[in-house]
């Protein structure tokens, strides 16, 4: 019997993209050209591989086994051919991410990824809009919310402290208490899941005034408006990383009540993942997210045994 290996190659297509149409725009053919192959795989399997469920693609019990079995074995026949060619094959990896992802946590470490895997290019798409996966090219989306996005997978980026940060030519480190903070120009992200009420409330603080403050709709707006000597913000760890670790940004407050949350997701189709591209950056993103949490780990407990050596001084003799 002869190997159908188009007709392979193009249901592993439709597998992959959930979508007739989005297969025959990525291989420039016809939708009806696209049907025809996979009509012609499962007349030679004997077997129904996909079924139409509205406007999507659905695999079959056997479509999916089927899928499963093939994926990685054409992504390396496609990958030889091209290297047979005398060229490398390039494979593109979109990721969606909230554009303070982008720009504080993700470009910083990308260059390493894209070093490790040199036969992969990325694209990443900075918005705060969900993806909607049946419609758009989009591999893996780090979205920003409350993690609740059902038929979706979903993983937890990384527990996010929260805490006031400033420049220090703005306010010295440990130099103020909560209450005192009323006093300073508040800065506000106003998209953020921790705000400055909730944060005065868990430091039992009641402001008589109203205090100065400013408004990003932007998080990473927020972060440089802080490390500028602007005014204080109520921002993630994860997002300002570098600005701590260099200095730019320190805690003012002394003692800083504990909001500890996960805001950003790792979300994509179930079926995504069995696509090499998208196994691969989430092994990267994981050993990042690890690095960073035991930096973080570090960091906390130094400051604690600072804090700890601060009380146990005596005070000099008056």
């Known amino acids: 019997?002869?190997?159908?290996?188009?007709?392979?190659?193009?249901?592993?297509?439709?597998?992959?993209?959930?979508?007739?149409?989005?297969?025959?725009?990525?291989?420039?053919?016809?939708?009806?050209?696209?049907?025809?192959?996979?009509?012609?795989?499962?007349?030679?399997?004997?077997?129904?591989?996909?079924?139409?469920?509205g406007r999507r693609i659905v695999l079959t019990e056997a479509g999916e086994r089927y899928f499963a079995t093939i994926n990685d074995e054409v992504e390396r026949i496609a990958e030889a051919t091209n290297l047979i060619r005398g060229y490398r094959s390039v494979t593109t990896l979109t990721v969606r991410a909230t554009p303070t992802l982008s720009n504080k946590w993700l470009l910083p470490r990308l260059g390493a990824f894209l070093d490790r895997h040199p036969d992969l290019e990325v694209r990443i798409d900075g918005t705060n809009e969900p993806t909607t996966f049946r419609r758009e090219v989009v591999d893996v989306e780090i979205r920003h919310g409350d993690g609740r996005w059902p038929g979706l997978f979903v993983e937890g980026m990384a527990e996010e402290d929260f805490l006031p940060a400033c420049s220090p030519d703005y306010a010295p480190a440990a130099s103020l208490t909560a209450a005192e903070l009323p006093r300073f120009r508040l800065i506000h992200?106003?998209?953020?899941?921790?705000?400055?009420?909730?944060?005065?409330?868990?430091?039992?603080?009641?402001?008589?005034?109203?205090?100065?403050?400013?408004?990003?709709?932007?998080?990473?707006?927020?972060?440089?408006?802080?490390?500028?000597?602007?005014?204080?913000?109520?921002?993630?760890?994860?997002?300002?990383?570098?600005?701590?670790?260099?200095?730019?940004?320190?805690?003012?407050?002394?003692?800083?009540?504990?909001?500890?949350?996960?805001?950003?997701?790792?979300?994509?189709?179930?079926?995504?993942?069995?696509?090499?591209?998208?196994?691969?950056?989430?092994?990267?993103?994981?050993?990042?997210?690890?690095?960073?949490?035991a930096r973080r780990r570090n960091a906390r407990a130094a400051s604690e045994a600072l804090a700890r050596r601060a009380a146990r001084k005596p005070a000099p003799a008056g």
């Open 1 to 53: 019997m002869q190997l159908p290996i188009r007709a392979i190659f193009v249901f592993r297509t439709v597998a992959r993209l959930g979508s007739i149409s989005k297969a025959a725009e990525e291989l420039a053919v016809t939708p009806s050209a696209v049907s025809q192959q996979v009509q012609a795989l499962e007349t030679q399997l004997g077997l129904t591989l996909m079924s139409k469920v």
């Open 189 to 293: 992200s106003v998209k953020s899941q921790a705000q400055w009420p909730r944060w005065f409330a868990l430091a039992g603080v009641q402001p008589t005034e109203r205090w100065a403050r400013v408004l990003f709709d932007r998080s990473h707006m927020a972060i440089d408006a802080a490390a500028g000597a602007m005014g204080i913000a109520l921002e993630s760890t994860l997002m300002m990383e570098r600005e701590l670790e260099t200095g730019r940004l320190i805690c003012p407050v002394a003692e800083p009540p504990p909001i500890r949350l996960v805001t950003q997701w790792i979300v994509c189709p179930h079926e995504h993942l069995r696509q090499r591209k998208v196994r691969l950056f989430l092994d990267w993103l994981r050993t990042e997210r690890a690095g960073w949490e």
